[in-house]
């Protein structure tokens, strides 16, 4: 069986990136269809970033300026995470790298001795990205090694990409799919039937049709693991702003008393979200606080969202890949989400069925995609178990809430021996899960006795050595808007 005509129902971010990167880096090879249905629209959410995403433009062959211009986009160099150890409390996790590690240990347990000898510092202070996004200072260049992300707007990357497919060949239909019709040997899914009355035919179908997740689950019914218990909010309410200040490099995350708040700073305006659990807070109670809380005049009507946390049991079944919403839903605490999108569109490149559908392919896919999403989760876990908060009874839920077994051995680790590690496979660096412990107030009871080795005075040297290069790299940046204005400023009207 030959596996050529490719349908991909539902063209949000997921949808436009699998046309994308399909239809580059096939071309010729598959023949490929969208389906969307611009009354059905968008989730519409979706724009804060990490760097990976520049790998998977760099493929794409994406030009960094012009995706910026087009997307309003800014950078990003991590994301602030405010009131989430108590109220009151601030720390950033950024992209960027702690210190320099030695091959024994990471460069905390260095830092750690350093404050056990009086040598007072944050580990904050060793890194270039956390220490640029607090001076909101920001610049790029091939031969830059900092690590960035993007914050962009979502609607207009799907319309960025739509054109960058549709450049490459993808066929576009306008569309609601009201029918999806399997074989009746194999349950496979044969084609998709329209309001319109037309049949749209295929061998192998990608559903990125959100949480409505029509092949994969209405019509496969491949099931949904749930993780509710450990990642209990279900709810976001969305609204976007004005900008009344310059953009600064990084997301905000505020927590307040049942979740917390998202603030993304685009060139031209702000995207601001409440995410919240239901049990805890109503759709109303958000809203008004969201409002209440966001700076500037709002420029749409508050939008309410709900989801729930989990995977989709198979990501691939039969000849349905489901990618973006459709394959299950973290939560956008760390930002996520596109970079699953991105994982799973080069999977399914690498493991592409072009001589059909064999079941090893099929579970080597199910079992990357599954072990990959569950380390994400478990560092999103962290966020809300590992809190010294219990003013409202949504945190001292999280507070006591069970947590996946590898979480538990991985705070263990890092509460006993100052350990941190990345699992073969793994997003999330040494350098991530350890901002994130310490700054939940994770104090580790040990670290390694190989510092010991250094006397105090070569520690001192060592430690203010590092300090002073990053404050020099720092010193020496431009700020982020006027590097923006530089590189790539995109020619919106004020205030539009
Ligand atoms: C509150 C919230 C905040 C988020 N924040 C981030 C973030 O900061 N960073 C991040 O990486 N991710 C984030 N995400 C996730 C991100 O929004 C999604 O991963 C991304 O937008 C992809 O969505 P999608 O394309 O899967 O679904 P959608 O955008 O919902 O697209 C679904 C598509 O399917 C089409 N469709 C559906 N049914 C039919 C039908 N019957 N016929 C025809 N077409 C149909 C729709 O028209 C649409 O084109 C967030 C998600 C939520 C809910």
């Known amino acids: 069986m030959k596996m050529q005509r490719v349908v991909i129902a539902g063209g949000g971010t997921a949808g436009w990136l699998a046309a994308a990167a399909l239809s580059q880096q096939l071309k010729g090879v598959l023949d490929i269809t969208l389906i969307e249905s611009d009354e059905i629209g968008t989730v519409g959410v979706g724009e804060s970033s990490i760097p990976p995403m520049r790998v998977f433009h760099k493929l794409l062959r994406i030009?960094?300026?012009?995706?910026?211009?087009?997307?309003?986009?800014?950078?990003?160099?991590?994301?602030?995470?405010?009131?989430?150890?108590?109220?009151?409390?601030?720390?950033?996790?950024?992209?960027?790298?702690?210190?320099?590690?030695?091959?024994?240990?990471?460069?905390?347990?260095?830092w750690?001795?350093?404050?056990?000898?009086?040598?007072?510092?944050?580990?904050?202070?060793?890194?270039?990205?956390?220490?640029?996004?607090?001076?909101?200072?920001?610049?790029?260049?091939?031969?830059?090694?900092?690590?960035?992300?993007?914050?962009?707007?979502?609607t207009v990357y799907a319309k960025f990409l739509r054109k960058f497919a549709e450049g490459h060949g993808v066929n576009r239909i306008e569309g609601k799919i009201k029918q999806v019709k399997q074989k009746s040997e194999d349950g496979c899914i044969e084609s998709l039937l329209l309001d319109?009355?037309?049949?749209?035919?295929?061998?192998?179908?990608?559903?990125?049709?959100?949480?409505?997740?029509?092949?994969?689950?209405q019509t496969l019914q491949t099931g949904y693991e749930d993780w509710s218990h450990c990642l209990p909010c279900d709810s976001a309410v969305a609204v976007q702003t004005e900008s009344v200040s310059t953009p600064v490099p990084y997301t905000r995350a505020i927590a307040h008393e049942a979740g917390w708040r998202w603030r993304i700073p685009l060139q031209h305006r702000v995207g601001n979200g409440m995410v919240f659990c239901s049990r805890y807070m109503s759709d109303e109670e958000a809203t008004s606080?969201?409002?209440?809380?966001?700076?500037?005049?709002?420029?749409?009507?508050?939008?309410?969202?709900?989801?729930?946390?989990?995977?989709?049991?198979?990501?691939?079944?039969?000849?349905?890949?489901?990618?973006?919403?459709?394959?299950?839903?973290?939560?956008?605490?760390?930002?996520?989400?596109?970079?699953?999108?991105?994982?799973?569109?080069?999977?399914?490149?690498?493991?592409?069925?072009?001589?059909?559908?064999d079941p090893s392919l099929v579970e080597l896919y199910n079992q990357q995609t599954q072990a990959e999403v569950e380390k994400i989760r478990d560092f999103i876990v962290l966020h809300y178990h590992a809190t010294q908060r219990d003013d409202t009874p949504f945190w001292r839920y999280c507070k006591t809430m069970s947590i996946p077994e590898t979480l538990?051995?991985?705070?263990?680790?890092?509460?006993?021996?100052?350990?941190?590690?990345?699992?073969?496979?793994?997003?999330?660096?040494?350098?991530?899960?350890?901002?994130?412990?310490?700054?939940?107030?994770?104090?580790?009871?040990?670290?390694?006795?190989?510092?010991?080795?250094?006397?105090?005075?070569?520690?001192?040297?060592?430690?203010?050595?590092?300090?002073?290069?990053?404050?020099?790299?720092?010193?020496?940046?431009?700020?982020?808007?006027?590097?923006?204005?530089?590189?790539?400023?995109?020619?919106?009207?004020?205030?539009?």
């Open 289 to 357: 606080k969201l409002l209440q809380e966001v700076e500037g005049k709002t420029l749409i009507q508050p939008r309410v969202l709900k989801f729930r946390t989990g995977r989709r049991r198979k990501a691939w079944n039969k000849n349905v890949v489901a990618l973006g919403l459709a394959s299950g839903f973290v939560e956008p605490l760390e930002s996520t989400s596109i970079h699953l999108i991105m994982t799973g569109i080069t999977r399914l490149m690498q493991l592409f069925p072009f001589g059909g559908i």
């Open 63 to 110: 030009d960094e300026q012009e995706f910026m211009r087009s997307c309003e986009a800014t950078f990003k160099l991590g994301i602030s995470f405010e009131g989430w150890r108590k109220p009151g409390d601030r720390y950033i996790h950024s992209f960027g790298m702690n210190g320099k590690p030695t091959w024994l240990c990471e460069f905390h347990h260095f």
């Open 196 to 217: 319109s009355g037309r049949s749209v035919a295929g061998d192998f179908f990608i559903d990125c049709t959100g949480f409505r997740a029509l092949l994969i689950e």
């Open 408 to 496: 538990a051995h991985r705070i263990a680790l890092f509460k006993s021996a100052a350990h941190a590690f990345q699992a073969e496979g793994e997003l999330f660096r040494v350098d991530s899960w350890t901002q994130v412990m310490l700054g939940q107030g994770i104090v580790p009871e040990h670290y390694h006795q190989v510092t010991a080795t250094m006397s105090d005075a070569e520690l001192i040297q060592v430690l203010s050595s590092l300090r002073n290069a990053v404050s020099q790299a720092v010193a020496k940046l431009p700020a982020h808007q006027e590097f923006i204005e530089r590189y790539c400023k995109a020619g919106h009207a004020a205030g539009a």
């Open 112 to 154: 750690l001795r350093g404050l056990e000898r009086g040598i007072k510092s944050e580990l904050g202070d060793y890194c270039l990205e956390l220490q640029a996004a607090k001076a909101h200072k920001f610049a790029t260049s091939p031969q830059s090694e900092i690590n960035f992300a993007y914050h962009l707007d979502a």
